[in-house]
């Protein structure tokens, strides 16, 4: 079933390798080029992989002990290695990328895969994972803009999964520590499913294009669900099975996160014994279960390795109601080639009174005490707008 293309999955940072570990233990994902990224010794090695494909960024700084939770340091640690990542990346004809963001590693060197992808050419979907809100405010204000501000509109595709989705079914005595494992499995599941069937949808082929047009320019909250079921059971039945076991997925948020959803990807992966009859029947059910209007991608692909069982995965996708509204006011209102005053305030739908900026008196600061500057009768330590009485547009309508 596979070609000669090459799917790379790159785990970045602890949660990333801890991910890549599992493909590596599971051999259905032996078609993967499996690599990983990390600051951290210990989380390397969690990715079990070899020297050649895992990479320990920043060792002469960190010591192979993190970023610590700094971004700045996971930034600058990632883009010192760009040519070896080059070297990791090279002849990959499609990159996914996994992490988890809110810390240091993963969140800081995102962006620079990204620009060593694009350099080389190489499609890239995201897979990341937005922190906890227990986790506080810092870490998902770090999350948040590395999606906005490095992400977003810079990969081909981004699927952002918030953590707290794992509350929605899991006990709340459930240890931190299981309700990441289960959220790795489940990821390290979906990742296959993806990679799986948008390159090799030998049964139903996947749009490609549809997807990135999908998942590239609009802030999106998604969620993942995925269902496995064999037919030891009862064959005719499993394609309910696995339904069944997709919507109690922990990362799905339950049922209505697929009723909800403005778009949802389904794919299904089988053994050579799925028949077009099964997957159709099987896509059918998964279909009933999201609105008539909600844009469907639906795929399937079939390989020896999934002999005699199925795996029925969706990512729901629900845009980002606050961008949705900003980009329609964008597009709405009239282009003003040049932004003349009187322009902008048309454009606004405000004349009249200029608007000012809220400053306050400036104090010198450390020039307080120091000797008086002055030019003529102008002292040039009072900045230039006080000296001259002047109302500065802050360009803006309203209130501040
Ligand atoms: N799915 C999953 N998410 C995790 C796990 N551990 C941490 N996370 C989440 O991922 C975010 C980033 O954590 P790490 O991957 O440990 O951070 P890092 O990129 O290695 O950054 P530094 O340790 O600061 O270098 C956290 O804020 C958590 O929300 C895990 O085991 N599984
Ligand atoms: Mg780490």
């Known amino acids: 079933?596979?070609?000669?293309?090459?799917?790379?999955?790159?785990g970045i940072g602890g949660s990333g390798c801890r991910i890549v570990g599992i493909l590596k233990n599971n051999p259905l994902a032996s078609p993967l080029h499996l690599v990983a990224?990390?600051?951290?010794?210990?989380?390397?090695?969690?990715?079990?992989?070899?020297?050649?494909?895992?990479?320990?960024?920043?060792?002469?700084?960190?010591?192979?002990?993190?970023?610590?939770?700094?971004?700045?340091?996971?930034?600058?640690v990632v883009a010192h290695e760009r040519s070896r990542i080059e070297k990791l990346l090279d002849g990959a004809s499609f990159l996914l990328v996994v992490g988890g963001l809110g810390r240091g590693t993963a969140s800081g060197g995102m962006s620079v895969v990204l620009s060593v992808a694009r350099k080389l050419e190489i499609p890239t979907l995201f897979v990341v994972t937005l922190p906890f809100t227990l986790e506080g405010h810092?870490?998902?204000?770090?999350?948040?803009?590395?999606?906005?501000?490095?992400l977003l509109g810079l990969a081909d595709a981004v699927i952002c999964l918030p953590n707290d989705l794992l509350f929605s079914v899991l006990e709340p005595t459930t240890p931190l520590s299981n309700a990441f494992k289960l959220a790795d499995q489940e990821l390290s599941r979906t990742v296959l499913a993806l990679t799986m069937v948008l390159l090799h949808g030998n049964l139903l082929a996947a749009d490609f294009g549809s997807f990135i047009t999908l998942l590239k320019k609009k802030k999106s909250f998604c969620s993942i669900g995925v269902g496995v079921a064999s037919?030891?059971?009862?064959?005719?039945?499993?394609?309910?099975?696995?339904?069944?076991?997709?919507?109690?997925?922990?990362?799905?948020?339950?049922?209505?996160?697929?009723?909800?959803?403005?778009?949802?990807?389904?794919t299904l992966l089988g053994g050579p014994e799925l028949s077009l009859g099964e997957s159709r029947h099987i896509l059918e059910l998964a279909a009933r279960q999201v609105k008539p209007d909600t844009q469907l991608i639906v795929g399937a692909a079939t390989g020896e390795?999934?002999?005699?069982?199925?795996?029925?995965?969706?990512?729901?996708?629900?845009?980002?109601?606050?961008?949705?509204?900003?980009?329609?006011?964008?597009?709405?209102?009239?282009?003003?080639?040049?932004r003349t005053r009187a322009g902008f305030a048309g454009a606004h739908g405000v004349d009249g009174d200029q608007l000012t900026l809220p400053?306050?008196?400036?104090?010198?600061?450390?020039?307080?005490?120091?000797?008086?500057?002055?030019?003529?009768?102008?002292?040039?330590?009072?900045?230039?707008?006080?000296?001259?009485?002047?109302?500065?547009?802050?360009?803006?309508?309203?209130?501040?």
């Open 1 to 10: 079933m596979m070609d000669e293309r090459k799917i790379t999955v790159l």
């Open 37 to 76: 990224i990390d600051s951290d010794a210990a989380g390397l090695e969690s990715s079990g992989l070899d020297e050649n494909f895992r990479l320990l960024a920043g060792e002469r700084w960190r010591n192979g002990r993190g970023c610590g939770g700094s971004v700045i340091d996971g930034q600058r």
């Open 138 to 150: 810092s870490r998902r204000k770090i999350a948040e803009d590395t999606v906005k501000n490095e």
């Open 231 to 266: 037919d030891e059971m009862e064959p005719e039945k499993r394609g309910e099975a696995a339904m069944e076991r997709l919507l109690q997925s922990p990362l799905l948020g339950g049922a209505d996160k697929l009723g909800d959803a403005d778009a949802v990807i389904f």
């Open 305 to 338: 390795e999934w002999a005699n069982q199925i795996q029925l995965s969706a990512v729901t996708v629900k845009f980002d109601a606050e961008s949705e509204a900003a980009e329609l006011l964008r597009s709405s209102s009239a282009p003003h080639p040049r």
């Open 359 to 400: 400053l306050e008196p400036v104090s010198k600061g450390i020039m307080e005490r120091g000797p008086q500057v002055k030019w003529g009768n102008e002292e040039l330590d009072v900045p230039t707008f006080k000296r001259r009485n002047i109302t500065v547009d802050n360009g803006k309508t309203g209130v501040e």
